[in-house]
């Protein structure tokens, strides 16, 4: 009697202990490791930096507007009959030119459109940084929140498999007190019962763990999670809440934050696409210049030598050419409009996006308060649970209490440690993420 009483007093002591804290080994990932190799190979951020690497492009493209053009041009022609001959009239005869040219042309003023170009360019490379921030942070945000469902994950587990250590220890004892008519056949089957019971949970906690590996392996975009392991990194049970609340963090965010800062970008964005569409109102001055030359040759009259032609021949320009807008069927007013229209959507947008991280934080910190009321409230269950399992285990032993009792306490004392794993991560979790949005490192 002794003996079992003290089997069971170690099997409940068992169903206390959380998982132990291990160093990182080869094959493991913390979530470092994870959070690194996501920003690095998840497709989405690649997205997001093809998308900044196209807008480096564009910003280059609109520098080198600034540059004048320059262009060749080569023409031979053969006329059959009567045309213009090396004399420059017209006669009867075949003939054939030969003609060279290069010219090149410069924006002199344009109502300062390529300027305003540039910098709209450079503004549209900031906001695309910002986006690939933004897609960085996502990713470190759901990475960090499937790396600590698998800490979760793998508590209930292993909370399902002492579970079911002790069922087949009871059952073994059961049965050896029927042997020896101390204990029923239905105290039997009924203890045959809960271990089928708490192997189901167990399998049940296996599979959601799989899954959860599953998720992180997507994000991390490996092939396979057959072989995933992470690091169970040593925290706090507390994790104490910031001093200050939801506003104050709001505040420290919203500047820090790539989302807001891509949006006010796109704003300032807009403000220059309304002044290149003004730009259309101005005149435009445009500077060119060339050079160029030509030769002929009439079949049965003789001509100068090809080099000799080109030398006489030779010509070179340069002018200046005004474009004044004066009626363009209303379409720059329209462009205008637009831009003005579009400035008002992104001021819409911006505002949004305040919105939305106002109250990510809110639901964040609200969170954080609730996973810590209820860590408390879960402490104190658990320690009711594992006084009232000493309790029905000496009744138990002492024949005061049946099966039925004693395995209703030891499900509400598992029970009470899966409330206070989920309690303890979602806390941990909820306040890592205020740290975050306050400008700090995601990290356990």
Request: hydrophobic content about 40%; some cysteine; charged content about 25%.
């Amino acid at each position: 009697m002794n003996k079992n009483r003290t089997c069971l007093a170690v099997l409940a002591a068992a169903m206390s202990v959380t998982l132990p804290a291990v160093a990182q080994e080869d094959g493991l990932w913390d979530l470092r490791r994870c959070i690194d190799h996501a920003v690095e190979n998840n497709l989405t951020v690649r997205s997001q930096e093809l998308n900044r690497d196209q807008r480096t492009i564009d910003l280059n493209t609109a520098k080198a507007s600034r540059l004048p053009d320059l262009s060749a041009g080569a023409g031979q022609n053969f006329s059959f009959g009567r045309g213009l001959g090396e004399s420059n009239t017209y006669v009867n005869t075949n003939t054939s030119s030969t003609s060279l040219s290069l010219g090149s042309s410069i924006n002199v003023f344009n109502g300062m459109r390529v300027n305003k170009t540039i910098k709209l360019d450079a503004l549209n490379l900031e906001a695309a940084t910002a986006d690939l921030e933004k897609a960085k942070d996502d990713i470190r945000v759901s990475v960090t929140r499937a790396y600590v469902q698998i800490l979760y994950d793998m508590e209930i587990l292993e909370v399902a498999r002492r579970q079911v250590e002790i069922d087949a220890a009871q059952l073994e004892r059961l049965k050896a007190m029927f042997e020896n008519g101390k204990a029923s056949a239905a105290e039997v089957a009924q203890q045959e019962a809960s271990l089928g019971q708490s192997r189901l949970t167990q399998t049940q906690a296996d599979n959601a763990l799989k899954l959860a590996k599953l998720d992180l392996t997507q994000l991390l975009e490996l092939p396979s999670p057959e072989g995933f392991g992470i690091v169970i990194p040593e925290v706090d049970a507390v994790q104490p809440l910031p001093v200050c609340g939801p506003e104050e963090i709001y505040a420290e965010a919203e500047g820090r934050r790539p989302a807001i800062r891509a949006e006010q970008i796109r704003l300032d964005a807009a403000d220059m696409n309304i002044g290149i569409a003004k730009s259309a109102f101005y005149p435009s001055l445009t500077l060119n210049g060339g050079i160029g030359s030509n030769a002929y040759k009439s079949s049965g009259y003789d001509a100068a030598r090809f080099w000799d032609q080109f030398k006489n021949n030779f010509s070179q320009y340069v002018g200046l050419s005004l474009n004044i807008p004066i009626f363009a069927k209303l379409s720059t007013r329209n462009s205008v409009r637009s831009a003005q229209i579009s400035r008002s959507l992104q001021l819409v947008q911006l505002e949004s996006a305040k919105k939305s991280l106002y109250k990510e934080i809110q639901q964040a910190w609200y969170n954080a308060v609730a996973a810590e009321s209820k860590l408390a409230s879960c402490r104190d269950a658990l320690a009711s649970a594992e006084s009232s399992f000493e309790l029905v285990s000496a009744k138990y032993e002492n024949g005061k209490a049946g099966i039925t009792e004693f395995n209703e306490s030891r499900n509400n004392l598992m029970k009470a440690q899966s409330d206070l794993a989920q309690a303890r991560y979602e806390h941990i979790f909820q306040v890592k993420l205020l740290d975050f949005y306050r400008g700090a490192e995601l990290s356990l």
